[in-house]
């Protein structure tokens, strides 16, 4: 049984996906099947129980969790004491949008690389909607994403950055529709939405608050395409500000006031407090919060 055998067991227990496992331990389906098959055939006993619809663990997969779970943990140790100096060593991997990528990870990166050239850093970018998902599955130890409406239990948060959730429409479009007294008609005007995520949560606040039935044209994954319809003019959209600003978009959209406005985005860093006592988390996290600063 090697390390990275009870890595990959460690992954996919607290994910119980095989297609998440896979992607983020770089495996294609067979050889992560192949690598649990070795497992349960060493043990003797089987570790998951899967079906055409979920994954879970058996009677023996929660009593190797434990012992797995301890033997990364020793094993990270060793590491760090057979060193040959005293400078910090391991991996660490982050995910975020690609406007936090470009906009709020740069600082903190350099100034943690300058101090601990020997952690491996691995990014992941995507949609910000699924930030806390891929900590909750093991598959980042650390994201940066803005503060939901509830933050789960045993979950850490820095506060980097506020940036304003704004309505947007097109420069050159004939929308928003207004009635005659010029406010917008929110019944014709066609709206693009995210699909999923803080921003929709707020939108839809919204519209519930001022008894409006809005006319939604599209709901799509990911700020950048929202931009990218708003910006063609197939409606008027919500979008974090900071995106705004990032976007090779921005000069073909432009912000509209509405009354009231939505709340504003608290971005900053998230992990799980378990991970606070990891030598490399903790390194990242003293450099944000030392960063905290320029981010003001």
């Not at 608050?209 to 990911?222: D, F, M, R, S």
């Not at 991970?275 to 600063?293: D, S």
């Amino acid at each position: 049984m090697d390390i990275r055998c009870v890595k990959i067991f460690n992954h996919l227990a607290q994910s119980l996906h095989f297609g998440r496992t896979s992607r983020a331990c770089n495996l294609t389906p067979s050889a992560l099947t192949r690598t649990i098959q070795r497992l349960e055939e060493e043990l003797g006993k089987p570790l998951f129980r899967r079906d055409n619809r979920s994954v879970s663990l058996t009677p023996a997969g929660v009593i190797f969790k434990r012992y797995a779970e301890e033997t990364e943990h020793r094993w990270q140790a060793l590491q760090r004491e057979l060193a040959d100096d005293e400078a910090l060593r391991g991996e660490i991997s982050l995910y975020c949008s690609v406007t936090a990528a470009t906009s709020i990870l740069p600082r903190i990166l350099q100034a943690f690389r300058t101090d601990h050239p020997g952690v491996q850093i691995k990014l992941q970018t995507g949609d910000a909607a699924e930030a806390l998902d891929k900590l909750k599955n093991r598959e980042a130890e650390v994201i940066i994403a803005a503060l939901p409406e509830q933050l789960p239990p045993a979950v850490m948060f820095l506060e980097l950055a506020q940036t304003p959730l704004v309505f947007i429409e097109p420069v050159d479009g004939a929308v928003p529709l207004v009635n005659d007294d010029g406010a917008v008609d929110w019944a014709r005007t066609p709206v693009i939405l995210a699909e999923q995520g803080l921003s929709r949560i707020r939108v839809d606040r919204w519209f519930q608050a001022k008894g409006v039935q809005p006319n939604i044209y599209a709901e799509v994954a990911g700020n950048e395409a929202l931009l990218a319809m708003v910006s063609l003019g197939f409606g008027v959209g919500v979008a974090p500000g900071l995106v705004l600003e990032q976007s090779p978009l921005q000069d073909r959209v432009r912000v509209f006031e509405v009354a009231p406005g939505l709340p504003p985005f608290i971005i900053g860093a998230c992990t799980l407090e378990k991970h606070l006592a990891n030598p490399v988390i903790q390194a990242f996290w003293a450099t944000a919060q030392a960063g905290q600063a320029g981010f003001s």
